[in-house]
């Protein structure tokens, strides 16, 4: 399995057949994939990458763990209705009443560090930066009162591990002790929950929404997480490019840095990539990554290149029906964490740069130490 693929270099065939599946490294094919519900379905979009053994099923279950059909993993007619439904959440309008309630929070963040910094310490700006902003985001927008941050990320960490890990059967059991009960607590949250949830609980049932909110717990603030502390890493090492626009650095870290790596779809029928002959049922690994630096993307496209011809033409986002709602929040928080943290960048070092474990289509690194110079 292709584990850790921001350690591989970018393939120079467009699409292969490895370990079992068939990859797609070219951005004009991946795209197509994306987009094509008539011969690829996202059903196996959360399937566990490493199957989980009978002990740890038994625990998840006993926390009546279940997965319906419902955003990512969602190939039905009730997606349509699913995503309008979120869709409201994340409505541009609504996004953007948010940027100066988010500048205020950002701003306290990052007081937070220089001080600390000031006082000697070597802080971990993933932990005070990258994991409390995205979640707190998407708590208010959700309208979900989520206090405990620590533990969120706990959960969240954990589920990216099971799901698209490499974990050993120990490890396995571990991950689910914790996914299980958390996964107890998201059905209380669901069940009082109001706004798009509750619309879906009262239409679906209980499994649909809890399943939702743990996909949107998941994806809505644990990506923004990750690639906020890779960026910030990235402007540590690099702090010229903080001369560009906040929203320029975004887009060149969306290319260059997604936090999602990859995707998966599955064949409905024999069919083919770009002549790449692909049979039913075979799973197709979309290589989001390597998409990016298409040489067809952009203009320097190995370079990070703020503002550079192309650099919004990323999958960071993914692509048709189950394009990323979240995007335009993402985006934003990231702007706005990046002109917050922008004088203070320049000055500091990196002491402890992050470590990603091994995973299929998440970075998820961690810490991120820093220190003034």
């Known amino acids: ?110 007081a937070g560090v220089a001080w600390r910094l000031r006082a000697g310490e070597t802080v971990d700006v993933d932990a005070a930066v990258s994991s409390e902003i995205p979640l707190a985001a998407l708590a208010r927008l959700l309208e979900l009162d989520v206090d405990a941050t620590g533990e969120v990320k706990r959960f969240s960490r954990a589920a990216l591990e099971l799901f698209w890990g490499d974990p050993s059967a120990e490890r396995q059991r571990e991950l689910a002790a914790v996914v299980g009960p958390f996964h107890t607590l998201l059905r209380g949250w669901a ?82 990539i770009g002549g790449f002959e692909v049979r039913a049922g075979e799973s197709v690994l979309v290589w989001l990554a390597a998409a990016g630096v298409d040489e067809d993307v952009a203009e320097c496209p190995m370079k990070m290149v703020p503002g550079q011809r192309g650099s919004r033409r990323h999958l960071a986002f993914g692509a048709g029906a189950h ?16 002109a917050e943290l922008a004088p203070l960048l320049p000055r500091c070092e990196v002491v402890q740069a992050p470590v990603s474990e091994p995973n299929l289509s998440f970075r998820m690194p961690s810490p991120l130490l820093v220190a003034l110079r």
């Open 1 to 110: 399995m292709l584990f850790e693929l921001w350690k591989h270099p970018r393939p120079t065939a467009a699409v292969f057949r490895r370990d079992g599946q068939v990859v797609v490294s070219s951005h004009r094919l991946a795209k197509q994939v994306l987009a094509d519900r008539e011969r690829f379905s996202a059903a196996n979009a959360l399937d566990a990458v490493t199957p989980i053994p009978a002990a740890s099923l038994r625990e998840l279950t006993r926390h009546r763990f279940r997965l319906p059909a419902t955003l990512a993993n969602n190939d039905t007619e009730s997606h349509e209705r699913f995503r309008a439904g979120f869709g409201e959440v994340f409505a541009p309008a609504k996004v953007e009443a948010l940027r100066p309630w988010l500048h205020g929070l950002s701003r306290r963040a990052a």
């Open 323 to 338: 394009r990323c709602l979240g995007s335009q929040l993402s985006r934003m928080e990231a702007e706005v964490v990046v």
């Open 191 to 272: 069940r009082e929950s109001t706004g798009a949830t509750r619309e879906l609980l009262d239409s679906y049932g209980e499994d649909a929404a809890t399943a939702a909110l743990f996909f949107l717990l998941v994806a809505g603030q644990e990506t923004t997480s990750q690639f906020l502390t890779l960026l910030l890493h990235r402007l540590v090492e690099e702090p010229d490019l903080l001369a560009s626009e906040p929203a320029a650095i975004v887009e060149e870290g969306l290319r260059l840095l997604p936090p999602i790596t990859s995707w998966r779809r599955v064949a409905k029928r024999d069919t083919d």
